[in-house]
């Protein structure tokens, strides 16, 4: 069956670190990964996408990889922050699924100073 | 700010009753979802709305009913509701619907729904 694996164990982090979120995916082939940030009480916000043919995708402190030999998506931030602290999401796009986003649960991310 | 709103943002309903919720849109989108989020569970879709036509019912139980007057506006109806039923259900929108690459999706910040 399809699965989408985020680790639902808290990661927490000093400030200044950087922090690594894992996107781990079976039985999926994705076009497109997309990574959200949600905080408690609000809807997810969009983040970043990467697409298949891509390695690596940057955005400000903000990094994403995609390895599809692996099935896994990695989220970096550098230089995290305090307010860095929410649940980040993963999600991906499968054609064979009708494209639709199907998400993974999340990581809560806390960035302590 | 993500430009789609919900209301209201909390709801506490018996199991015989009959509210609505309601989502809007000031994007232009022409797509619009609706998503459930229980605890430590990843968002389930609900429903999925292209340019007012139902195209995604993802085997929801008929008390959750959905409406989509126009292309900025959705509703989800519930009546005799279970207490497992109890969420945050998010409502989302979308340039299109289901279409790879534009499904960078604008989420509300929910409606916090409770069954008594």
């Known amino acids: 069956s399809q699965k989408i694996e985020q680790n639902s164990e808290a990661l927490n982090i000093q400030e200044g670190k950087t922090a690594t979120l894992t996107c781990n995916y079976t039985n999926y082939s994705p076009a497109y990964l997309q990574w959200y940030r949600q905080d408690p009480g609000r809807g997810p916000v969009f983040l970043l996408l990467?697409?298949?043919?891509?390695k690596e995708k940057r955005k400000e402190r903000l990094k994403v990889t995609f390895d599809t030999t692996l099935k896994q998506s990695l989220f970096h931030i550098t230089a995290s922050q305090p307010a860095d602290s929410a649940t980040y999401l993963c999600?991906?796009?499968?054609?064979?699924?009708?494209?639709?986003?199907?998400f993974g649960a999340g990581t809560i991310l806390r960035v302590k100073s | 700010e993500t430009g789609v709103t919900q209301t209201p943002r909390h709801l506490v309903m018996g199991m015989t009753n009959k509210k609505s919720l309601k989502c809007e849109q000031h994007?232009?989108?022409?797509?619009m979802y609706w998503y459930k989020q229980s605890a430590k569970k990843p968002l389930e879709l609900m429903f999925v709305?292209?340019?007012?036509?139902?195209?995604e019912n993802n085997s929801v139980p008929s008390r959750f009913s959905p409406e989509c007057p126009n292309s900025s506006h959705l509703f989800l109806h519930l009546h005799t509701l279970q207490p497992e039923d109890s969420a945050l259900y998010l409502c989302?929108?979308?340039?299109?619907?289901?279409?790879?690459?534009?499904?960078?999706?604008?989420f509300g910040p929910g409606t916090r729904l409770t069954v008594l």
């Open positions: 999600a991906l796009v499968d054609a064979e699924y009708g494209n639709k986003l199907v």
């Open positions: 989302a929108s979308s340039r299109e619907a289901l279409a790879g690459y534009y499904n960078e999706q604008f």
């Open positions: 994007l232009g989108h022409n797509a």
């Open positions: 709305y292209s340019l007012e036509e139902r195209v």
């Open positions: 990467i697409r298949e043919n891509e």
